[in-house]
């Protein structure tokens, strides 16, 4: 489950999402070719850390041009909307939002100290030049040239009437491969489920492709190449574009049609069980932090980890699922989204004002509001929140592995891996694997604490240990 909640990680993709471009005149140039290139610090909210990168360069006509990134939100080239230097200070203004940077600019050592201002928030912020541009590591990114064939494919689902794009690999000289699907978590993906900078399906399907195994991975409809709408779609949406790509992947040359699996991730492991429980030909599932509760369940509990992973006080990590409790049971018991959003903003209005003179609470403007509203009131949403992974895991009846990293935060493993093997032995599916992998989070990286706010930070995409696993077990029940 991907979806961030509204919070302080959220102040500066806001702020990127709005800003303008921005020229300083020519005459400026001799004075300020020295502040050319990138400089790189780090916002302290809530107990995480925000890198933010500030580029700086000049165009043709010897304007300044600047630019900011966020790593760990995977946002960058974003231009600002107004700069000013004067001798020892800069300023940076972003308009629509009221966001602003002023600082002090020293050349021994090379920095802007300062102070990132946007609404009640004001925040230190020290950036230091780099040698060269800001760029993040990512090592396990395949490169060419690549053992395997790859076809970019198109394939239709004719019940919504859209046509999904993707990316086969095919192992070389294999005329019957075994194949699996990859089906994304939750929040608009590409075929490479890319998030900050990481393309874990991409990192998997290479893998897996070198070792004798056929993937297709797709883009979410309405994301990359592929038609269709995403904003309207619903879990269940997603469950037929799994279902065509499955429709596709038989009429393959190369594939074996009785040995094709899914391995879904996240909102991807509900997706697959979903697909297994009508379509008796997948051969096999892998559950991949896949969710064993509810969607309101899992939201409880995400909320409560990650409050605290990112050092709010158990007040308000109670009040916050107090709010949320509220929330919920109006979408449950309110099914017209008009009154549904009145009745939700009314609570959110209440909850700012018993909170507006809280030391570090951000009073939420009517535009975060409306936004978060709109998402809650919206099919997906309300699908999640009542969707229930039991219905469809007791119906399963091919070979199942479920993993989940033991410091993940958004599908916490203990409870959601006892309730998908209490839904296999309901069942009577004795063909399962239950595993915990040790020191992994949501994304199934090496993680210090699992918290979202470390995904940009880590240079490992997806565990070596992790990819021998699913590859080992895919491998021991197509053979």
Same mark, same amino acid.
């Given at each position: 489950?991907?979806?961030?909640?509204? #919070?302080?990680?959220?102040?500066?993709?806001?702020?990127?999402?709005?800003?303008?471009?921005?020229?300083?005149?020519?005459?400026?140039?001799?004075?300020?070719?020295?502040?050319?290139?990138?400089?790189?610090?780090?916002?302290?909210?809530?107990?995480?850390?925000?890198?933010?990168?500030?580029?700086?360069?000049?165009?043709?006509?010897?304007?300044?041009?600047?630019?900011?990134?966020?790593?760990?939100?995977?946002?960058?080239?974003?231009?600002?909307?107004?700069?000013?230097?004067?001798?020892?200070?800069?300023?940076?203004?972003?308009?629509?939002?009221?966001?602003?940077?002023?600082?002090?600019?020293?050349?021994?050592?090379?920095?802007?100290?300062?102070?990132?201002?946007?609404?009640?928030?004001?925040?230190?912020?020290?950036?230091?030049?780099?040698?060269?541009?800001?760029?993040?590591?990512?090592?396990?990114?395949?490169?060419?040239?690549?053992?395997?064939?790859?076809?970019?494919?198109?394939?239709?689902?004719?019940?919504?009437?859209?046509?999904?794009?993707?990316?086969?690999?095919?192992?070389?000289?294999?005329?019957?491969?075994?194949?699996?699907?990859?089906?994304?978590?939750?929040?608009?993906?590409?075929?490479?489920?890319?998030?900050?900078?990481?393309?874990?399906?991409?990192?998997?399907?290479?893998?897996?492709?070198?070792?004798?195994?056929?993937?297709?991975?797709?883009?979410?409809?309405?994301?990359?190449?592929?038609?269709?709408?995403?904003?309207?779609?619903?879990?269940?949406?997603?469950?037929?574009?799994?279902?065509?790509?499955?429709?596709?992947?038989?009429?393959?040359?190369?594939?074996?049609?009785?040995?094709?699996?899914?391995?879904?991730?996240?909102?991807?492991?509900?997706?697959?069980?979903?697909?297994?429980?009508?379509?008796?030909?997948?051969?096999?599932?892998?559950?991949?932090?896949?969710?064993?509760?509810?969607?309101?369940?899992?939201?409880?509990?995400? #909320?409560?980890?990650?409050?605290?992973?990112?050092?709010?006080?158990?007040?308000?990590?109670?009040?916050?699922?107090?709010?949320?409790?509220?929330?919920?049971?109006?979408?449950?018991?309110?099914?017209?989204?008009?009154?549904?959003?009145?009745?939700?903003?009314?609570?959110?209005?209440?909850?700012?004002?018993?909170?507006?003179?809280?030391?570090?609470?951000?009073?939420?403007?009517?535009?975060?509001?409306?936004?978060?509203?709109?998402?809650?009131?919206?099919?997906?949403?309300?699908?999640?929140?009542?969707?229930?992974?039991?219905?469809?895991?007791?119906?399963?009846?091919?070979?199942?592995?479920?993993?989940?990293?033991?410091?993940?935060?958004?599908?916490?493993?203990?409870?959601?891996?006892?309730?998908?093997?209490?839904?296999?032995?309901?069942?009577?599916?004795?063909?399962?694997?239950?595993?915990?992998?040790?020191?992994?989070?949501?994304?199934?990286?090496?993680?210090?604490?699992?918290?979202? #706010?470390?995904?940009?930070?880590?240079?490992?995409?997806?565990?070596?240990?992790?990819?021998?696993?699913?590859?080992?077990?895919?491998?021991?029940?197509?053979?």
């Amino acid at each position: 489950m991907k979806r961030k909640s509204l #919070s302080a990680l959220a102040l500066l993709t806001m702020v990127m999402s709005v800003i303008l471009p921005t020229d300083l005149p020519a005459q400026d140039k001799p004075t300020l070719k020295h502040l050319e290139g990138s400089w790189a610090g780090a916002l302290k909210i809530q107990g995480m850390e925000l890198r933010i990168v500030m580029n700086i360069r000049f165009n043709e006509s010897d304007s300044m041009i600047v630019t900011l990134d966020s790593p760990d939100q995977g946002v960058s080239d974003i231009p600002t909307s107004n700069v000013q230097v004067r001798e020892d200070s800069i300023f940076i203004y972003c308009r629509k939002i009221g966001g602003k940077f002023m600082g002090r600019i020293t050349r021994d050592p090379a920095t802007f100290d300062g102070t990132w201002s946007q609404s009640v928030l004001s925040l230190p912020l020290v950036l230091k030049h780099l040698e060269k541009k800001f760029t993040l590591t990512r090592p396990q990114e395949p490169k060419p040239p690549f053992p395997y064939q790859i076809r970019e494919v198109i394939f239709p689902n004719r019940a919504a009437g859209l046509d999904l794009a993707g990316t086969l690999t095919i192992p070389e000289n294999k005329e019957h491969a075994p194949a699996v699907i990859l089906v994304s978590g939750s929040g608009p993906q590409n075929r490479d489920e890319e998030i900050m900078e990481h393309k874990p399906f991409w990192v998997l399907a290479d893998f897996l492709t070198r070792n004798g195994i056929a993937v297709l991975r797709y883009d979410d409809r309405g994301c990359g190449k592929s038609g269709g709408v995403y904003k309207t779609a619903s879990t269940l949406d997603f469950a037929t574009d799994a279902e065509a790509a499955l429709d596709f992947l038989k009429t393959q040359p190369g594939i074996d049609t009785l040995r094709i699996g899914i391995a879904g991730h996240s909102e991807g492991g509900i997706i697959g069980p979903i697909v297994a429980s009508r379509r008796p030909e997948i051969a096999f599932l892998v559950l991949m932090a896949g969710p064993g509760f509810t969607g309101e369940q899992i939201l409880y509990q995400q #909320s409560a980890l990650i409050s605290r992973a990112e050092g709010a006080n158990e007040k308000s990590v109670e009040e916050g699922l107090v709010l949320s409790k509220q929330i919920y049971s109006i979408l449950k018991k309110t099914r017209d989204n008009e009154k549904a959003a009145e009745k939700i903003t009314r609570i959110y209005r209440n909850y700012d004002k018993k909170h507006s003179a809280d030391s570090g609470y951000r009073k939420m403007s009517d535009e975060m509001i409306a936004a978060q509203t709109e998402t809650l009131t919206g099919n997906w949403f309300r699908c999640f929140l009542t969707l229930n992974p039991q219905d469809y895991l007791t119906r399963v009846t091919c070979p199942l592995l479920a993993i989940t990293g033991s410091l993940d935060l958004q599908v916490p493993p203990e409870e959601n891996l006892r309730a998908i093997e209490s839904a296999m032995i309901l069942g009577g599916n004795v063909r399962y694997q239950i595993i915990e992998l040790p020191g992994l989070n949501h994304l199934f990286q090496t993680a210090v604490t699992g918290s979202p #706010s470390e995904y940009g930070k880590i240079e490992e995409t997806f565990a070596p240990s992790a990819l021998d696993l699913i590859h080992q077990w895919i491998r021991s029940n197509v053979e």
